[in-house]
């Protein structure tokens, strides 16, 4: 299933499924919301017994897509995960996941504008593959791993650099400005994807080409990541995972380019959706 969320611009979203045309049929009958407190292997089975074709169509526009799932509790991180990506960094590959977070106060819809504050100088992109757990998850295997999983996500893991290489912290204040995860634009359980180590991700800024991935690629699995997050930490429904990005990034680029007001990037996944954001001024308050 592809499971999304529509804003009706007055506060309130609409969950949704896709059914085989692409057309989002209202779900709202038999969930509320898609969120960490509703989301669950049982949500997702009744959803998949239903007939889509008796719900209601809710016709929608790119700019009305919310994140698939509301806020997540967490958003966990893995840095480094590509082998190309560690190499474009001069960093050596990690022996063991490197774990760092993003605020939740980042996450947002899969077509958001992605802010410019003026204090910041190396704004970035990065493609990834995000994890939706399903249900707790502590101190399983990578084999148990997958069945903890309740689907796949896009995700563009906005970074400043400066903030994150140069201000004496760890990698979270690089990472967590408002509009530094947009999510979406649907999350596709795991039934749908025959092997999630073989996804193609792609991103382009203004049209032209930057990263070109597969999943294939990745240091550490999907199955690794959860069995190795879950040793530390209580995976929670609705969580999210970002797994890290391929070679590409403005950083590794020579020279290094950053994002402007007024730049687009627009970016995807196999099977599970694309993105598009515009760079917007702002001012760095609310």
Known sequence: MKLMRISNFQGQV???VLDETGTARDVSSIVTDFTPETLSPKLLADLANIDLQTLPATPFEENQIAPPVSRPRNIWCIGLNYSDHA?????PIPVEPIVFNKASSSFCGPNEPIHHAP???KLDWEVE???VIGKPTLSVTAAEALSHIAGFVVVNDVSERAWQVERGGQWV???????FCPTGPWLVTTDEIDDVQDLVAWLEVNGERRQSGNTSNMIFSVAEIVAHLSQFILLEPGDLICTGTPAGVGAGLTPPQWLQPGDVVSLGIDRLGSQRQVVTSFNGRV
């Not at 190499?87 to 960093?91: Q, R, T, V």
């Not at 204040?173 to 509009?179: D, E, I, R």
């Open 129 to 131: 593959l995000g994890i």
């Open 173 to 179: 204040k690089g990472k967590s400005f408002p509009s």
């Open 87 to 91: 190499a474009e960094s001069n960093l």
């Open 14 to 16: 609409v969950p949704c």
């Open 119 to 121: 204090t910041m100088t």
